[in-house]
């Protein structure tokens, strides 16, 4: 696995967003979440996680992974910006 160094993000009330790793997708499309990455999230098998891609230009050019039990919450938080400014943008 290559490891890249660590680029943090925060914001003012103390989130932050980081890449942690480089990960490769096998020929299967299957990929591995470093073992440390996957502690700090509280993963554990048969965890259900979703994925979330964000599209611009009509290519997908982002995607997350939430822990199905936050979904609620991170979609909200997270994503409800993002999609009032799409629908702005749209009127």
Known sequence: MLWIRRLRVS????DACKIDA???MD???QVVLPK???EKAGLKAADKIAVVAYEKEGKV???MMIKAERLAGAVSKTLSPLLKGVIEKER
């Open 27 to 29: 020929a299967k499309g």
């Open 36 to 38: 440390d990455l996957r």
């Open 61 to 63: 050019c982002c995607i």
């Open 11 to 14: 914001s003012s009330n103390g």
């Open 22 to 24: 480089i990960i490769t």
